[in-house]
């Protein structure tokens, strides 16, 4: 972790009733399984994974979803599964009430990894 913020991103997980801390808890393991060795800042009162210093993506909850921020656009195939789950532009919401698609998040920290390593 760092910064030094774990504690603000663990509250700020706990700040959440069970059911969306749940999601929120394994939206983070999920990101952590997909890229180790990525860390977490909290910035903008919200959790963000950074790889080496450029962020893969924030997190923020809210009251019936999570949105990922910003999630620029994908390859076709990875975006077109994204399509109906996007907000804006730059944003994906996760609905709490449907199934997380965690295989997805998956996908997109490692299209996200791919594109930063690209850039170096």
Same mark, same amino acid.
């Given at each position: 972790?760092?910064?030094?913020?774990?504690? /603000? &991103?663990?509250?700020?997980?706990?700040?959440?009733?069970? /059911?969306?801390?749940? &999601?929120?808890?394994?939206?983070?393991?999920?990101?952590?399984?997909?890229?180790?060795? &990525?860390?977490?800042?909290?910035?903008?009162?919200? #959790?963000?994974?950074?790889?080496?210093?450029?962020?893969?993506?924030?997190?923020?909850?809210?009251?019936?979803?999570?949105?990922?921020?910003?999630?620029?656009?994908?390859?076709? /195939?990875?975006?077109?599964?994204?399509?109906?789950?996007?907000?804006?532009? /730059?944003?994906?919401?996760?609905?709490?009430?449907?199934?997380?698609?965690? #295989?997805?998040?998956?996908?997109?920290?490692?299209?996200? &990894?791919?594109?930063?390593?690209?850039?170096?």
């Amino acid at each position: 972790m760092t910064d030094g913020k774990l504690a /603000d &991103i663990d509250r700020y997980i706990a700040s959440f009733p069970p /059911d969306a801390a749940f &999601i929120l808890e394994r939206l983070r393991e999920t990101v952590h399984a997909a890229a180790p060795g &990525i860390t977490e800042s909290f910035k903008y009162d919200m #959790p963000v994974f950074l790889w080496g210093d450029s962020h893969v993506f924030y997190v923020g909850g809210w009251k019936k979803h999570v949105g990922l921020y910003p999630v620029y656009p994908q390859a076709p /195939d990875l975006e077109a599964e994204l399509a109906p789950l996007r907000a804006g532009k /730059d944003t994906v919401r996760l609905v709490y009430s449907k199934p997380i698609p965690y #295989p997805l998040v998956t996908r997109l920290v490692k299209a996200r &990894i791919k594109e930063l390593k690209a850039r170096r």
